[in-house]
C-alpha cells in the first residue's frame, strides 16, 4: 500500500515528465492551479498515475480537485476500492 508521501512523489515525477520542467516544492497542500499545471497537463498527469497504479478515477472524482492532497485522497479512496 502507498503512504500519502509516496502518492505526492509519484505526483511530482510524474508532473515533471508530463509538463518537462521540475516541482520541487510540491506538498498535499500546494494548489495543482498555483503549480503552473492547466487542466489538459492535469488530464494527463492523471491518467499516467491511474496507469502506473492500476486504478481508474472517475472524471465526477476530478472536478473537486484543488490541491494535490485532493488528489491524493482520490487515488487513497481508489486503491482502497481495488
Known amino acids: 500500500m502507498k503512504t500519502q508521501q509516496d502518492l505526492i512523489l509519484l505526483f511530482k515525477r ?46 465526477e472524482d476530478l472536478v473537486e480537485l484543488v490541491t494535490v492532497g485532493d488528489l491524493v485522497k482520490v487515488v487513497m479512496r481508489r486503491m482502497e476500492g481495488s
Open 14 to 59: 510524474v508532473a515533471t515528465e508530463v509538463d518537462k520542467r521540475e516541482f520541487p516544492e510540491v506538498t498535499g497542500e500546494s494548489n495543482i492551479s498555483d503549480l503552473g499545471v492547466d487542466s489538459l497537463s492535469m488530464m494527463q498527469i492523471v491518467g499516467e498515475m491511474e496507469l502506473r497504479l492500476n486504478i481508474m478515477i472517475p472524471d
